[in-house]
T-cell receptor, first 109, second 111 residues
Framework: GQNIDQPTEMTATEGAIVQINCTYQ??????LFWYQQHAGEAPTFLSY??LDGLEEKGRFSSFLSRSKGYSYLLLKELQMKDSASYLC??????????WGAGTKLIIKP | IAGITQAPTSQILAAGRRMTLRCTQD?????MYWYRQDLGLGLRLIHY???????GKGEVPDGYSVSRANTDDFPLTLASAVPSQTSVYFC??????????FGPGTRLTVL
């Protein structure tokens, strides 16, 4: 079966760095996405990785290792507005997105 | 430009009633999707459409139907609602790169 695993909840301090991990087992791989979802709102796109390595975009970076079925999202200089759920999704062999349950990130002052 | 709109924003529905959730996009995306999101679970795909005139079943299609008469609209119909269909429903569309853009969601409660 297809499976995306991420931690249910994480807590971090304002100004700090946090790494949210995602491991996956899917039928085929055509890219990995990270989305941010604030409570009561729709998911919004953060990053896309299809090749191994690190993609950096401002305070957010995303890493992919296809051989390990592993990705992480790195958030630097945390701000209170970063409190949200972070969703990992893999595009499978049918080009459909398989979604993880999301990681709820709580930022404390 | 609105992106993707959904209607209604929220709805309380009696079990057994028929309900259509509306979704419209103005980005001329070929692909559109319907998901449901339940607490503790990831987004689950109900139905999808890769292009106008075609539809496909996702992970949890039972009890739902869709149509795609044109590029912009992708309505989701619950023929006879049941309490287990209480959820938040998101419509999304994507371009050729695969990034999906989401509507604001419809919160549906079936009593």
């Amino acid at each position: 079966g297809q499976n995306i695993d991420q931690p249910t909840e994480m807590t971090a301090t304002e100004g700090a760095i946090v790494q949210i991990n995602c491991t996956y087992q899917t039928s085929g791989f055509n890219g990995l996405f990270w989305y941010q979802q604030h409570a009561g709102e729709a998911p919004t796109f953060l990053s896309y990785n299809v090749l191994d390595g690190l993609e950096e975009k401002g305070r957010f970076s995303s890493f992919l290792s296809r051989s390990k079925g592993y990705s992480y999202l790195l958030l630097k200089e945390l701000q209170m507005k970063d409190s949200a759920s972070y969703l990992c999704a893999v595009k499978d062999s049918n080009y459909q997105l398989i979604w993880g349950a999301g990681t709820k990130l709580i930022i404390k002052p | 430009i609105a992106g993707i709109t959904q209607a209604p924003t929220s709805q309380i529905l009696a079990a057994g009633r028929r309900m259509t959730l509306r979704c419209t996009q103005d980005m001329r995306h070929n692909a559109m999707y319907w998901y449901r999101q339940d607490l503790g679970l990831g987004l689950r795909l109900i139905h999808y459409s890769n292009t106008a005139g075609t539809t496909g079943k996702g992970e949890v299609p039972d009890g739902y139907s869709v149509s795609r008469a044109n590029t912009d609209d992708f309505p989701l119909t619950l023929a006879s609602a049941v309490p287990s269909q209480t959820s938040v429903y998101f419509c999304a569309s994507s371009d050729s790169e695969g990034e999906q853009f989401f509507g604001p969601g419809t919160r549906l409660t079936v009593l």
